[in-house]
């Protein structure tokens, strides 16, 4: 290399950089269709009937099968990585997450994120940054709105904005739920479902253990976080951690742990809320995954036959006996704690 | 986890559970379009024309390019999976498998099962299960039939329904092969099929080696499992076995060993009939699967152009001089041994 | 293996089978949709606008978005391989490359190659031939169209053809780039495409350091070089080497470098020519791919508001301080040198 060295690379933002109120437009609108719908089903065990047949989902009152809300999430989450997360330290929380509109093969993302809290942290050199994020489609349509929060470094030492904290809800109330138009349960086909269990089986506080592990591959991972066109560095170079490890998308756990609860719970539909997640800790290539999860409540919705059930699917990487140690810390081998509404037949 | 735990999860249907006649409909429909056409491409080196391009398909008189044969197989397959094999010890063979009609990108397949045998085991505790399968479009077509049978573990020790064997034929007769309709292949172009061979350049008792190799990675073998929502945990549990390995889906050798006899069998387009096959021995990442195919016999159908070439598809891991050991026994390398028709060009 | 073992398999051609002006039709032709697009994004960090969402590509006046333009570049390369570099012992070069007509899903590519040289080596076991490869749309219009040298194994030691080697251009004329009809990118939107950088804040000379790593692994390399139909064994089989190692595709590489080189050309929008390349060193699974860029000319074409900027990327797996030793050779660290046009807006 000789020559000029230019500066047009992104270095993302420090923690300076944002301000309550600014709107930030991410970059790179995505199209998605049937190849990603195809790649969804053979990177992660999703068998949830809707999302998986166009006659099933016809039978549902939908036109055909949208893409896994996830595909949603993912995508949206990848476009705002080069701007929020990029020089982040840790993905804290997610709050007052909402599916608005399903994603149908052939729609375009674009996502925008407006920042509603700052915190400088104690030490001076990094702080919380809280924005809610919004995925449109090319309608400019709200496909999923949510809050998220994440430690950022400081540029310099200089003295910080006032902490601007946000108020956020425990929970998406069920009133506040969206149930995608058309959506009809009552002629659903608990047999081509997968499970006979409706709405009303499930008791609050029931736990279902979902069984399955699955061994997740570098391949695998890195295959996944480029589809959602996620650029974070951490997880392709395995240069770039002193113990040459590639730190896994916390994504893909959460679409691994979602694909697993289809054994126990395989009527829970689509997801329409994110009341809060946390990645209590990483995982690595050759961890095996497992999930449980427990219900949280459960609740009746305006549309024919649909009910909503609120859950709490934990991933772990082994036996993970209990959740949190005596000081209420996460035991090491939790991978994920994911609170969230999803639609089931009444 | 504290709290109630439920007992939703699908536990596998035990030997005591299959009764000859009854029919099981199996869970979980699925569309299929050029997401896992191109998906199929990048997991195997397949190249066959029909296959491959549109216009090549057009100019044999269908009006696009069918999924492959073994898409509608493995989706159909891993249907069955949660109500026949969940619990099997072993996957013992195939019988008169017939492809009725070709999958056309956008199909939704859904599948059932019908029990036509069963024998307890002499030592009492696992029986063998025969199960006619039938995979269906959304049109209610018969896509594909065929005979499996399994190794099943009893649940109990209590005495064992009257045993019933089907009996089964050796191979499907010609006259029982099923052409799609509308296959012409009399303005067949051998240049962009890759191979100058057709139906009656090949001699009954022939052998052709396929010359190349493919080394299995996880990923691969996993990406292609999942896509076909086959959900047997030996195949993405590395906890599961007490080696520590991943056991290959037998259908993944069917794919690569099809793939690979391009070379030399370019023109033996679309597969019409199964009549038996082996998994012979297990295969593992890091194996390298070669294959080679033995002629078995040759013959006319009434369409256009059409021929039949019965073929044996041997895959091995290793040299394999020898198929079988002297006590007849598969040698420990020999991976697969599948016996079928395909339509080649007369 | 018992039988009569025939020799129907493909052996590639020698040196001795290649005469100028000889024309090789390529087997296999290829349908790709959005099933190859949703892979290639898989497969590479790819972040292009223009390649990523078709609102973006409207917005440039194109009916939709086009596949990348190394798809067809690696699905033409892929087709040729069985009759050009199957006994290939070296890829040597590449020049005169023009991508003509973009590769809209759903088109069938088939290709041809037409002998342009010929040289016999000084030891007289092998020999150099060039040849140019046309890859055509299913309506018969040129996609793209490159010549490529390889060094071929002699089958014998007999006398070889006079030698004829092709005046080749050291790079394509701007006037020669052909610009996709429609294409206007006066309302270009930089803010969805990534980066403010237009066509004249490039200074020639200027060098761009393109910051992310990607470490590769098995089984991403084997599945793009298979989605390409790219049969050459030494990918794919461990076996073949004496050091148990495959060897990554060299097009596998470039597609990650121009990936990669989204951060600060994320307006370099679509590859039109390729002026010359070459594969420094082998690249293998557990390498992390880095890159960096040099401009070479900056030019402006009679299309509205786009712009024609020639890079040269470079593909390192390591420091690569130095791109060539005192000798002028490629550091060993050096993968792949490429010289390209690219369309940005003015």
Redesign the interface.
């Known amino acids: 290399?000789?020559?000029?060295?230019?500066a047009?690379?992104?270095p993302g933002r420090f923690f300076e950089d944002y301000s309550v109120g600014k709107v930030i437009?991410h970059?790179?609108?995505?199209?998605?269709?049937?190849?990603?719908?195809?790649?969804y089903?053979?990177?992660?065990?999703?068998?949830h009937?809707l999302h998986?047949?166009?006659?099933?989902a016809q039978s549902c009152g939908l036109p055909y099968?949208p893409l896994d809300d996830l595909v949603t999430f993912h995508t949206v989450f990848g476009k705002t990585v080069?701007d929020i997360s990029l020089n982040a330290v840790a993905n804290l929380g997610y709050a007052e997450g909402r599916w608005i509109t399903p994603l149908w093969p052939?729609d375009?993302i674009?996502a925008t994120s407006e920042v509603i809290g700052v915190k400088e942290n104690s030490s001076g050199t990094s702080g919380v940054v809280w924005v809610r994020t919004t995925g449109r489609n090319?309608h400019g349509e709200v496909l999923l709105t949510y809050v998220r929060w994440v430690m950022v470094r400081k540029r310099g030492t200089g003295p910080a904005a006032a902490a601007v904290v946000p108020t956020l809800s425990d929970s998406v109330a069920v009133t506040d739920l969206v149930i995608p138009p058309g959506l009809d349960l009552t002629a659903y086909d608990f047999?081509?479902?997968?499970?006979p269990?409706r709405l009303r089986?499930?008791?609050v506080?029931?736990?279902?253990?979902?069984?399955?592990?699955?061994?997740v591959?570098?391949?695998?991972h890195?295959?996944?976080t480029?589809?959602w066109?996620n650029?974070a560095?951490v997880h392709?170079?395995?240069?770039?951690r002193p113990d040459g490890r590639?730190l896994i998308y916390g994504g893909h756990v959460i679409s691994i742990a979602r694909a697993l609860s289809f054994?126990?719970?395989?009527n829970a539909q689509m997801i329409v809320a994110l009341n809060g997640g946390a990645h209590a800790n990483p995982c690595f290539a050759?961890d095996?995954v497992r999930a449980?999860s427990?219900v949280l409540d459960v609740a009746d919705t305006p549309a024919p036959g649909v009910g909503a059930i609120r859950l709490r699917t934990v991933a772990t990487k082994g036996a993970a006996?209990n959740?949190r140690d005596a000081a209420g810390k996460y035991s090491p081998d939790v991978l994920l704690d994911l609170d969230y509404w999803a639609l089931m037949p009444q």
Request: hydrophobic fraction near 35%.
């Open positions: 290399m000789t020559g000029t060295t230019s047009k690379t992104n437009a970059a790179v609108p995505r199209t998605v269709k049937m190849g990603e719908r195809a790649l089903h053979a990177l992660y065990p999703a068998r009937a998986s047949a166009d006659t099933f099968s080069p052939g375009t674009t090319q047999t081509l479902s997968g499970e269990h089986d499930y008791a506080g029931e736990i279902i253990d979902h069984v399955d592990g699955v061994t591959e570098e391949a695998e890195m295959l996944a480029r589809l066109q650029t560095k392709f170079d395995a240069t770039h590639r054994n126990g719970l395989a050759g095996t449980w427990q006996g959740l």
